[in-house]
């Protein structure tokens, strides 16, 4: 598990395609949360493990990231869990339309893959956190600081 606060900086300004890292959503006691992950056993799991706590509510599920994108700018969740591995759209192809659709939304990106795999692409692109899937118990306690009240 990971949590970055790098920013991007250059000179003459960010460089093309590059995001800061970003900010904490405004605190809330209660997050919105977007689930995406093409394996439809995951996204029930993980909206098990996060509705049983009373910081979250799971609003919506997406299964590639051409949905991920559409939900994301439909609903405007307050944080999404985003796999990379997925058809039609991977994560990291995602990830910036995703910010895009959904500016105010925490990004994190949870994987099969090692975090040494996409850790750093996928916070150079903006994502918040980066936690593996045999970690995915711990998506309430990362998600919680970055978009609750204590």
């Not at 900086?9 to 460089?15: D, E, F, I, K, Y």
Request: charged letters at 20%; glycine letters at 6%; one cysteine or more.
């Amino acid at each position: 598990m990971s949590l970055r606060g790098r920013t991007a900086q250059s000179n003459t300004g960010p460089a093309v395609g590059t995001r800061p890292a970003r900010e904490p959503v405004g605190m809330r006691q209660q997050c919105s949360v977007l689930v995406v992950d093409d394996e439809a056993d995951i996204r029930l799991l993980t909206r098990m493990q996060l509705e049983v706590d009373d910081h979250f509510t799971v609003i919506g599920e997406a299964a590639d990231g051409l949905h991920a994108v559409r939900l994301a700018g439909e609903l405007q969740p307050d944080a999404i869990l985003l796999d990379l591995l997925m058809p039609n759209m991977s994560g990291m192809e995602a990830l910036p339309l995703i910010l895009d659709a959904a500016p105010d939304a925490v990004v994190v990106v949870v994987s099969a893959l090692p975090a040494e795999v996409h850790e750093d692409g996928a916070s150079f692109l903006g994502a918040a956190a980066y936690i593996t899937k045999e970690r995915l118990a711990d998506a309430a306690a990362v998600l919680r600081p970055l978009c609750c009240t204590p």
